[in-house]
């Protein structure tokens, strides 16, 4: 067994004053994991009462302070505020003079690269971008489920290693993701969780529709297995009537659908098509039975339906 004592984070060198702009669920979270690195949050800027909380619950004893004193206090600065709030903030800092030279600069935002702090960079900052993919709750387990994060990194070449080096520290894993694609990652990840939750919460509303009285736990398990299939086997995974070719199974969803829960029919023909779509490439759905379904697909857009045989 290894007797050597282990030196305490705060003696190891060059730890950074962190900042943050935004206290919503992301920000503290992630100032609360450099600081178990060895970093020291020394200020935040909250405005909501709600973000106040947050940030003492997450960051006690850190104080509150306008954004401009966020900036002068710190060698490093988490600006964890909303998409399109971010190109504003970052002009707006720019132009009050607070952005210091060799400063670093970190947004968290999925749709942009290191290009929207280029007003920073003319004033000296070190711009980075660092994309936790990973839902947040603005509570501490939040600091748990960093550890092995993917964070989507983003920044100039020379400071590419001090990125990288930064997501580490916060338990997560690195992947480079090029300025051009920004978007593209982004809308692939809200594609996949977003929609994920609107999906499982519709579920739920149906099943206790039917007379289910825990939806949650009879999708927990079925869930589970079909998230673990899809990323182990991707389209190979499909299952269900669409891939099957069952149209008049599917027919009758519809046709359920528009009796008890309109306004989950339009959510339900898209993702079909979608299936129907991937499993006929993937020669899942036979196509002497894919003509029937699309056709059961097709008629549920104009208000019949369709035969639910």
């Not at 299939?229 to 190979?236: E, I, V, Y």
């Amino acid at each position: 067994m290894n007797t050597t004592p282990q030196p305490d984070p705060q003696d190891r060198p060059a730890r950074l004053a962190v900042g943050v702009i935004g206290a919503g669920r992301v920000g503290p979270a992630l100032a609360a994991s450099l600081q178990l690195a060895g970093h020291r949050p020394v200020a935040v800027s909250a405005v909501s009462e709600r973000s106040r909380r947050r940030a003492a619950e997450l960051l006690a004893d850190v104080p509150v302070l306008p954004p401009a004193e966020v900036l002068q206090r710190s060698d490093l600065v988490l600006l964890t505020v909303p998409d399109d709030a971010l190109p504003g903030l970052v002009s707006g800092l720019a132009e009050t003079g607070s952005v210091r030279p060799g400063q670093l600069l970190v947004h968290t935002s999925g749709r942009y690269g290191a290009r929207v702090l280029d007003p920073a960079l003319r004033a000296g900052a070190l711009p980075l971008a660092l994309h936790p993919a990973m839902t947040f709750t603005g509570t501490p387990v939040d600091v748990q489920r960093l550890a092995g994060c993917s964070f989507g990194v983003t920044a100039p070449e020379e400071l590419r290693l001090a990125a990288e080096a930064l997501v580490i520290e916060m338990g997560g894993e690195p992947e480079w993701i090029a300025e051009e694609n920004r978007p593209l990652y982004h809308a692939a990840l809200a594609l996949g969780a977003n929609h994920l939750v609107t999906l499982v919460a519709q579920s739920m509303e149906l099943l206790r529709t039917a007379g289910v009285s825990a939806p949650d736990r009879m999708l927990g398990p079925l869930l589970g297995a079909a998230l673990d299939n899809a990323l182990r086997s991707g389209d190979a995974a499909l299952t269900g009537p669409v891939a099957r070719g069952d149209a008049g199974t599917v027919a009758a969803h519809v046709a359920e659908l528009r009796r008890h829960a309109p306004q989950a029919v339009a959510g339900y023909l898209a993702m079909a098509r979608a299936t129907a779509d991937r499993a006929l490439a993937h020669g899942l759905l036979k196509p002497e039975l894919a003509e029937d379904l699309l056709g059961v697909l097709a008629h549920g857009t104009d208000g019949t339906e369709g035969d639910a045989r």
